[in-house]
């Protein structure tokens, strides 16, 4: 019989369905080896575990590892991301050595802010290899300080509602204990916010000055001196280094290094 417009046609001689001959030869080949079956689905599985092994363990290696990475000198010098809700004008970092034998230090940062978002708060912070107390914040009040990746960061209630576009200044102050008791000694500045000028001073005692220094920008794994240095010159009545950098790249992390 003959479905002529549907162009379909049935015979009676062959069956309507066959096996295809692919499948036919592979099932006849499975039948027939067993055994190479079962060792290569052992195979696979071995594979596949052992990809799953070495990535758990990897993962377990970097968790272990992660409270000892944190100290090293290129992790430690960068805080925590901030929000980009301000820029700064102006950034001026003084660290004063008070005493001779680096037992004791006072960080003073002023900074020029705009707003870029309304808020209320923001964060500041300041890393030291000793210990860092007496955190205070010329406007507002500070909420709380806590330790991250090597930092000491304070969350500062500014007391009102800052809007966008509005400027304000606040400086931020923390003593630092037992943080430059050597006689090669660095300070490294990293900066949160987009900033057009920073300047960073660190103040020695009247006795005890540098004798050599050098600064230095400091890119992941890369390190290179910057085209502008620092300088020595007199301030209060004794030496000092300041550098002066425009434009200051937020993901790079400013070093000034000296002997003394």
């Known amino acids: 019989?003959?479905?002529?417009?549907?162009?379909i046609a049935e015979s009676r001689d062959k069956?309507?369905?066959?096996?295809?001959?692919?499948?036919?030869?592979?099932?006849?080949?499975?039948?027939?080896?067993?055994?190479?079956?079962?060792?290569?689905?052992?195979?696979?599985?071995?594979?596949?575990?052992?990809?799953?092994?070495?990535?758990?363990?990897?993962s377990a290696v970097y968790w272990a590892l992660r409270p000892v990475t944190t100290l090293l000198p290129w992790n430690r010098t960068r805080p925590p991301a901030a929000s980009r809700t301000l820029n700064s004008r102006l950034t001026?970092?003084?660290?004063?050595?008070?005493?001779?034998?680096?037992?004791?230090?006072r960080y003073r940062?002023?900074?020029?802010?705009?707003?870029?978002?309304?808020l209320t708060s923001y964060r500041e912070g300041v890393t030291a290899s000793g210990?860092?107390?007496?955190?205070?914040?010329?406007r507002g009040r500070i909420l709380e300080t806590t330790r991250e990746h090597g930092f000491?960061?304070?969350k500062i209630d500014l007391g009102t509602s800052v809007d966008v576009g509005e400027e304000f200044i606040n400086v931020y102050e923390a003593e630092l204990r037992n943080s430059f008791c050597h006689s090669g000694e660095e300070w490294t500045q990293q900066i949160s916010f987009e900033t057009a000028q920073l300047?960073?001073?660190?103040?020695?005692?009247?006795?005890?000055?540098?004798?050599?220094?050098?600064?230095?920008?400091?890119?992941?794994?890369?390190v290179r001196s910057n085209a502008v240095t620092a300088q020595v010159i007199e301030l209060y009545g004794r030496k000092s280094l300041v550098w002066n950098v425009d434009k200051p790249n937020s993901a790079f992390v400013y070093k000034l290094a000296w002997q003394w």
């Open 199 to 222: 300047v960073i001073q660190v103040h020695f005692p009247a006795d005890r000055g540098p004798i050599s220094f050098q600064s230095q920008v400091v890119d992941g794994t890369d």
């Open 92 to 105: 001026l970092v003084d660290l004063r050595l008070v005493r001779r034998d680096g037992s004791l230090a």
């Open 152 to 154: 000491y960061m304070s």
């Open 1 to 7: 019989m003959t479905y002529g417009n549907l162009g």
């Open 15 to 58: 069956p309507i369905y066959e096996s295809p001959r692919t499948f036919v030869t592979f099932l006849s080949w499975l039948l027939q080896y067993p055994r190479a079956v079962l060792i290569g689905l052992g195979v696979a599985i071995t594979v596949a575990l052992a990809t799953y092994t070495r990535e758990q363990s990897l």
């Open 109 to 118: 940062k002023t900074s020029a802010y705009k707003a870029n978002a309304p």
């Open 131 to 138: 210990t860092a107390t007496a955190f205070r914040s010329a």
